[in-house]
């Protein structure tokens, strides 16, 4: 669906207290989780606004935003 929210919080808030120890004692997880969170905004307005961009270019925003979430989660299952 077009414009859904896919936020780091909105996608695993089962590991939301996580989400949140992690950002304070892992910067780079807190980097990832904020390039992710960007990610996702820029995604939805870019639908919303009728993707004004190429197919190819959000295609390739997507897929950064799909390995992020992977890397995220993987970190998350961590412990």
């Not at 669906?1 to 808030?13: A, K, N, R």
């Not at 904020?34 to 606004?49: F, G």
């Not at 004004?52 to 890397?71: C, G, N, V």
Request: proline share 4%; charged share 40%.
């Amino acid at each position: 669906m077009l414009g859904e929210d896919h936020s780091i919080l909105h996608e695993f808030p089962e590991y939301a207290e996580k989400v949140q120890s992690l950002k304070k004692a892992n910067p780079e997880f807190g980097k990832q989780c904020d390039r992710y969170d960007a990610l996702d905004a820029q995604i939805r307005e870019l639908e919303l606004d009728g993707s004004p961009i190429s197919d190819a270019d959000m295609r390739e925003l997507k897929h950064e935003r799909r390995t992020l979430k992977d890397q995220l989660f993987e970190q998350l299952r961590a412990d």
